[in-house]
Structure formats: C-alpha cells, structure tokens
C-alpha cells in the first residue's frame, strides 16, 4: 500500500527535499485509516496520501511539520494515538474523537543527499567533485570555460552548464535551484563570483527566501576575507537585504589549514556535513561524552 506516496517521497527527496514520511503500522478497535495507509509531506507544505484523515490527520501532520522545519537532521519517531479523549496508557495520545480504536504511526524523515552546484570547475571543484563521490554525494558544475565544465574534467556530474553566468541564470529561479542542497562559487575570475552571487541572491530575495533556509539551497564563496567584504558591501549597496547577504558563508570550509585543492575540497565536504547535522565546528557530539 501506498507505492505512489513513497515514489512521490523519494523524487522529492532527490530533487533536494527533505520528506517526513507518516505510515500507520498498527491499528485495533474502530480507526479511520487502515495499517500501511502512508502520508508524505515536504515544504511549503505540500503532501500526497493519507493516514485516515479528520483529527488523527491533523495531529500526525502536525508532528511532521516539526520534523520538517527542524534543523540539523532530526530523528523519527513511533506515536501511537487513541481516538477518544478519554484515552489513557503508557505514550498515547489521546484525540477528541469518538471512534475508540488505537493507531500506531511511525513517522520517518528522509535527508536528501546533497547535490552540489559548483560554480567554477577547476582544480579546487574537480577535487571537490572526486571527494563527494565517494561520499555518494552529486555535484554538477557550470563554467563559461568548456574545458572546466565538460566530461574530461567532470565526468561524475549529473549536470554540466558550459554558459555565461548570465545564460545559466536566466533559466533559473529560486525553485528550480532547490534541486541543489549547496551552491558553492569557486571561479576563476572574482567579477564572474560576483555575477553568480549578486544573480542568485536576486532570485532568492524575489521568492522570499534566504539561503539555507526552508529547503533553499546553502550559498558559499571560496576567497579571502577582504574578498568577501568586498563582495558583501557590493551586494549591500545594491540594495540586496543584509540578512540574505549574510547567509553567505565565505570563505568556506572548516578552518582547517587547508592549502591544496584536496585539502580544501575535505574542509568544505566537512562544513557541508556539519551543517546537514545542524552541528557548528567544533561542538561536541555523542561520541565526546563516552
């Protein structure tokens, strides 16, 4: 049961979604929905099949949007629910409903891989691009130099953008960027970085969005401090809001002291991972307090 609301789940989740999935494992007494009825649910919200509807519905969503916009990668969970509000026993919770049955609902929330844009094809993304492979990551690249961009240089990419900054902007906007988790600008040239950062911030600020935020794709610039300050107050007097602005993470990658373009690309696919966890570098994790 349910195929097309896990085949709906999945192609969101790969196309940089995260999905929180509802199935109901287990029911007894009257319940409105059947074990296996399944409900997934994305951002916006969007969402496709059912649990059984009316209040258990409700209450199961409910559960997933918290899921859904928490951040980091939070865990699933199993709640069980009892239609009648005078239900009690050990984690029920108890609904203003009159059917009397019992529903156990597992809820599960699938992370999409990351899916790296790399503005700039070159050394430092070509070792980015053999990094996140075998992490099982994607990246596609864009370069208005042919030979950084194509098959040779980059033969893993889901997508290569031989173009001016400007002609790949133009087919895109803030929803179509959402099938990439990250956006990393790692040209050759400042005043193409520039161009990348001023067009994709646009199209943000026209949807509303800021990166790295509600499924908006994370935004990093490779560079020094001076490098970004100049970049930021360009952006700033252009009239881009400085809360988008400083969503901006550059320069990017753990501090690490990071010099080749291998190291690098390990200090930036580290960064990537923290912030998938919800982890600021250098905190502590489970394993600290062992």
């Not at 949007?65 to 865990?75: I, K, Q, T, V």
Request: a negative charge; proline letters at 5%.
């Amino acid at each position: 049961m349910g195929l097309d609301v896990l085949r709906w789940a999945l192609a969101t989740c790969d196309g940089g979604q995260r999905v929180v999935v509802a199935s109901v494992v287990t029911t007894s007494g009257s319940v409105p929905g059947k074990a296996g009825a399944r409900l997934a649910l994305s951002s916006g919200p969007t969402w496709k099949g059912t649990v059984g509807g009316a209040g258990l519905e409700e209450r199961v969503k409910a559960a997933m949007l918290e899921r859904l916009d928490a951040p980091g990668r939070p865990m699933g969970a199993v709640l069980t629910y009892g239609l009648h509000r005078g239900a009690k026993g050990y984690e029920v919770v108890a609904l203003d409903s009159l059917c009397g049955g019992r529903v156990t609902v597992s809820i599960d929330v699938l992370h999409p891989t990351p899916h790296v844009l790399l503005m700039g094809g070159g050394h430092c993304a070509v070792a980015f691009a053999h990094l996140a492979q075998q992490l099982g990551w994607r990246t596609s690249v864009q370069d208005s130099r042919e030979a950084y961009a194509g098959m040779e240089q980059h033969p893993a990419a889901v997508e290569r953008h031989v173009s001016s900054v400007e002609a790949f902007l133009q087919r895109e906007d803030a929803h179509t960027l959402r099938r990439f988790t990250d956006i990393l600008l790692l040209g050759h040239d400042h005043a193409e970085d520039r161009a990348r950062l001023h067009g994709l911030l646009e199209r943000f600020v026209a949807a509303k969005e800021v990166p790295g935020e509600g499924g908006t794709p994370r935004v990093g610039c490779i560079g020094s401090r001076a490098k970004w300050t100049s970049f930021r107050d360009g952006c700033l007097e252009s009239g881009l809001p400085e809360t988008v602005v400083e969503a901006v993470v550059c320069p990017i990658g753990l501090n690490i002291g990071a010099e080749t373009p291998e190291e690098i690309a390990v200090a930036v696919a580290a960064a990537i991972m923290a912030s998938q966890a919800g982890l600021s570098p250098g905190e502590p994790t489970w394993r600290d307090a062992l």
